[in-house]
């Protein structure tokens, strides 16, 4: 049988929200028993930039991913599954698999450290990677609002509009960051900012915090007190987030998602515990997240 | 622009034996004049066995080829190819561009090694890259013969069939390798024998060899005296070359083909010289190929 080759719009079609972060809690769930192999990155230097390859195996497959860093163009991905005979089973190209890989993660994370009675989502931040995990967030939690946040008013209006349409909730941008910051249960940092775009104080007792950029310190949307109003701070991948030396919070303090899955690390233990979620994007789970699409 | 997928079909119907050939041309004077990166490839383990990726990049841009060792499962390569900017500008899945550029790199040694009244093409092998590499000879050479050996007579008998509706000469099997390479003016040996295939006495003065299978003495489709026969060894890449230890030729006597494409290296000497073609399958060159594809 000839290889399936995916498209970005096969993969929504394949795949919904939910399906998304189902697969991903299946990963997580094979990495903290063992049987998810993610060794490092292989980096190829070519011309300006590298070729960067994500190997991925279990005992369903394995796989990779491939990006450039030459550029910054979009739909330059490459994701590649293979049965565990070897046989190439399909392969997605765009850049849908790693947004739906990182949204589904971020949806287990949430579904795992926010409070279950979470009903209203923050939103720093507008593109495609926030808009992927605010519909990831809407598929664990019962949302009633969205409030969006980005400096830019189209922006942040254009994204209002996507997420009203895809959303059965009430989605509002905001031209202030505090009352998205203070109004969430469950807050998600999805810009490519370099400096904070919230102020820790902000946050109020019990909400779960989800961020996606960068966290090394000086360098992070994340407040650098941060760590300080943070009762548990989660990782999916601790050997990854080790990579970065100065963290944001303190690598002995950050417990591994996939842990708190299959319950051999506490999650949540307090309605007025604030939870943070450092997201670094565990390797291996973009080719189980084309897989589900293929199965 | 969404990259195109090339299937296996879609790269023999853009590109003729001819454009292969003239495509890895062009690449080998792009490696002799330093303008093709090749770096080393890279191995990833996954399982029983590995992913392999080649990297290859040149001044119109770069790419690579992933293939895995864990089962010999037919189709099962990707090939990927990046415009200078870094966007994904298409990819090949399937076999048939490592063949292609495997005949074509072959036909390119054809071209400068073999005499030019070179017409009669010996064939050691009946698979896909015996019959890849005899239609690429037919594209440098007018060739009035064709003889192929295989030990098996249906194997044999196929690819003479395949052959003879292929090329524009007469094509035939032959149960006993010895006349096939006594009256070869261009000999292919594209066997994965490990033990040699015919022997060197049986060489004719003027006879051009290429040969695809492991070059390492003891394991060789190579007869074991074979250097003492040739007068010039050719490899495409000394460097990939050197990486096997005991090679059937001392690597300090091969030349480059791209040396010999540009000029600066002697082809052949005489008419009465025996040629042989150490092929080892230049890295970057199958980026190069589908490249050509995608033009």
Same mark, same amino acid.
């Given at each position: 049988?000839?290889?399936?080759?995916?498209?970005?719009?096969?993969?929504?079609?394949?795949?919904?929200?939910?399906?998304?972060?189902?697969?991903?809690?299946r990963a997580l769930e094979a990495y903290a028993a063992g049987d998810l192999q993610a060794p490092p990155r292989e980096y190829v230097s070519v011309g300006d930039g590298d070729l960067v390859f994500t190997v991925g195996g279990d005992s369903e497959g394995f796989g990779f991913r491939a990006y450039q860093t030459v550029g910054a163009v979009a739909g330059s991905q490459v994701t590649c599954v293979f049965a565990p005979d070897g046989a190439l089973r399909g392969l997605a190209v765009g850049d849908r698999a790693g947004?739906?890989?990182?949204?589904?993660?971020?949806?287990?994370?949430?579904?795992?450290?926010?409070r279950d009675d979470a009903t209203t989502l923050g939103l720093l931040g507008s593109w495609r990677h926030a808009r992927s995990q605010a519909e990831a967030v809407a598929?664990?939690?019962?949302?009633?609002?969205?409030?969006?946040?980005?400096?830019?008013?189209?922006?942040?209006?254009? @994204? /209002? #509009? $996507?997420?009203?349409?895809?959303?059965?909730? *009430?989605v509002e941008a905001r031209d202030d960051p505090e009352p998205v910051v203070r109004e969430?249960?469950?807050?998600? @940092? /999805? #810009? $490519?900012?370099?400096?904070?775009?919230?102020? *820790?104080?902000?946050?109020?007792?019990?909400?779960?915090?989800?961020?996606?950029?960068p966290k090394e310190v000086g360098v992070s949307e994340l407040p650098a007190?941060?760590?300080?109003?943070?009762?548990l701070a989660v990782t999916d991948s601790l050997a990854q987030a080790r990579a970065t030396d100065e963290y944001v919070v303190?690598?002995?303090?950050?417990?591994?998602?996939?842990?708190?899955?299959?319950?051999?690390?506490?999650?949540?233990?307090s309605a007025d515990h604030v939870t943070l979620f450092c997201s670094v994007g565990l390797a291996g789970t973009e080719v189980a997240l084309v897989r589900a699409a293929l199965d």
């Open positions: 049988m000839p290889p399936t080759i995916l498209t970005d719009d096969d993969l929504d079609a394949r795949l919904s929200p939910a399906d998304a972060v189902a697969a991903m809690e947004i739906l890989r990182t949204s589904g993660i971020g949806g287990v994370a949430v579904d795992h450290l926010a598929a664990v939690r019962d949302l009633d609002r969205v409030q969006v946040f980005s400096p830019n008013p189209d922006h942040r209006t254009d @994204c /209002a #509009t $996507d997420l009203d349409e895809r959303l059965d909730c *009430a969430a249960d469950v807050l998600v @940092c /999805a #810009t $490519d900012a370099t400096s904070p775009v919230f102020e *820790a104080d902000w946050l109020q007792p019990g909400t779960h915090v989800s961020s996606l950029g007190d941060i760590a300080s109003h943070v009762d303190d690598h002995g303090r950050l417990v591994e998602l996939g842990d708190v899955v299959a319950g051999t690390q506490s999650g949540r233990e």
